[in-house]
C-alpha cells in the first residue's frame, strides 16, 4: 500500500534552532510531494510543494525542502525556527490517481 | 473572504443520530475531498468528487456517504452516528490549474457522545 512516513512525531526547539523534519513516501515513479503546515486552531495551508525540477524547493516562511529520489524524501528545512513556527506540520504526496496521501504529522513546539 | 467554507464548525451530538456536514466553494475547483484528522493518524481521505456526477470511496469510506449536490457543493454525512467518529473533519478542492494542490477548509470539529 502507499503510504508516507514521518518519523518525527514530536519536535521541541528553541528559537533560532535550526529544523529538518523527515519525510519519505513508498512509491516509485513520478510523484508530487508537499508540505501542509496547521497553526493552532486553524486549517491546513500549503507550505510548499515539488513537481518537478530543482529538487530543492523553497516554500513561505524561509521553510524549504529537498527531493532526493532515490532516499525516496522530501525533508522539510528551516535554518532558524521562530516561536510563531510552533505548529503542526504534515507532508503528503499523490501520483497519478490525484488522491493526497498524508503522513501522520509532526507536532512542532518552539520555545522563545 | 473564505474560498472554502464548512458548515456547521463545531457540532455535538449523540450516538446513532443522522449528521451532515457541508462544504461550499467559490474557488470554481471541479474536485472536492472530505478528510478526517485524528490525533497521530494525520489526514484519511473519505470521500472525494472529481466532478458531479462522479463520487469515489477514500481510504475510511464505511459509516459515511456524500452527495455532490453542484459543482461547488459537496456534503458528508453520518447516517447513524458512532463514538469513534469524533473527529476534525476537513473539505479540500482542488483542480488540474492549482496543480493537484488541495485548499482546505476551516473544518468541523464532530463529537458523538
Known amino acids: 500500500a502507499q503510504s508516507v512516513s514521518q518519523h518525527n512525531h514530536h519536535v521541541i526547539l528553541s528559537e533560532a534552532a535550526s529544523l529538518e523534519l523527515g519525510c519519505n513516501y513508498s512509491?516509485?515513479?513520478?510523484?508530487?510531494l508537499f508540505w501542509y503546515v496547521q497553526y493552532p486552531g486553524q486549517h491546513l495551508q500549503l507550505l510548499l510543494k515539488y513537481f518537478s525540477g530543482d529538487p530543492l524547493v523553497k516554500g513561505i516562511k524561509g521553510f524549504e525542502a529537498e527531493f532526493i529520489k532515490s532516499k525516496f524524501s522530501f525533508n522539510l528545512r528551516k535554518p532558524s525556527v521562530q516561536w510563531s513556527d510552533t505548529a503542526e506540520y504534515f507532508c503528503?504526496?499523490?501520483?497519478?490517481?490525484?488522491?493526497?496521501?498524508f503522513g501522520t504529522g509532526t507536532r512542532l513546539q518552539v520555545f522563545p | 473572504d473564505a474560498d472554502v467554507t464548512q458548515t456547521p464548525r463545531n457540532r455535538i451530538t449523540k450516538t446513532g443520530k443522522r449528521i451532515m456536514l457541508e462544504c461550499s466553494q467559490t474557488k470554481g475547483h471541479d474536485r472536492m475531498y472530505w478528510y478526517r484528522q485524528d490525533p497521530g493518524l494525520g489526514l484519511r481521505l473519505i470521500y472525494y468528487s472529481f466532478d458531479v456526477k462522479d463520487i469515489n470511496k477514500g481510504e475510511i469510506s464505511d459509516g459515511y456517504s456524500v452527495s455532490r449536490q453542484a459543482q461547488a457543493k459537496f456534503s458528508l454525512s453520518l447516517e447513524s452516528a458512532i463514538p469513534n467518529q469524533t473527529a476534525l473533519y476537513f473539505c479540500a478542492t482542488s483542480d488540474a490549474t492549482s496543480g493537484r494542490v488541495e485548499f482546505f477548509g476551516p473544518g468541523t470539529r464532530l463529537t458523538v457522545l
Open positions: 503528503a504526496v499523490n501520483q497519478w490517481t490525484d488522491k493526497l496521501i
Open positions: 512509491y516509485g515513479g513520478t510523484v508530487n
